[in-house]
């Protein structure tokens, strides 16, 4: 990625990640593994947009970027685990080191799409919990007036899957205006905030991944086997 695909930012500042400033000697310095979700199906989704931006600028930040297309994944218990879509997303969550989730906010809360994607990533798989300890940053887009009640819910989201979700948020009120017909998003506040959010992502993602095993690591799962913990965490409500 390069700053002429990045019109709307000022070469002169924005800095590169400082990675000796994050990193010590013996910790892991590959590109962070970054999974991006969006919240819409629709032809011109604002979220999926927002999602593309904040690719392109994790990408320049040094990110190995990949994107989960949502469309064909099927609601949550309508059919097994083994369906190829569930499988890429499961398979993409743990590739990851850290994640983007955008959402639309629909009737005031989060689109049923992005609940759903959420829902299909285990607490744990084999004892295993393929979000502990990643980072994650969370966005929101509005058809109307500022809102910041998607992503008040994606923070609560993000706590139950015990990720590391960073203070800066994004929430882009009447998106339709924030848009030109390519799908690029227009310079503002607004731009200037998701550049902040991604920025601040790649530095919290360098600083805890190779600390990931020991700030997650908890006495009450250590007097605990790993198939005790999948049963727990496991359990079936009806």
Known sequence: MTLDQLPNIDPERLHPIDVNALVGPDQPRHPPRILVLYGS??????????????GRLLRWYGCEVRTFNPSGL????DTEASHPKVQELR???????????VSPERH??????????????PLALGGVRPTQGKTLAIMQVSGGSQSFNAVNQLRILGRWMRMLTIPNQSS??????EFDEAGRMRLSPLYLRIVD?????VKFTLLTRGRSAYLTDRYSER????????RRVNQKTH
């Open 223 to 230: 007097v605990e086997s790993a198939e005790a913990v999948s």
């Open 108 to 121: 005031g809360a989060m689109t049923g799409l992005m609940k759903t994607q959420i829902d299909w990533i």
């Open 172 to 177: 882009v009120p009447k998106a339709f205006n």
């Open 74 to 77: 099927p609601l949550p218990d």
């Open 197 to 201: 959010v991604c920025e601040e992502l």
């Open 41 to 54: 199906l629709r032809e011109r989704s604002y979220s999926r947009l927002v999602s593309e931006e904040a």
């Open 91 to 101: 398979e993409l969550a743990e590739w990851s080191e850290g994640m983007v989730w």
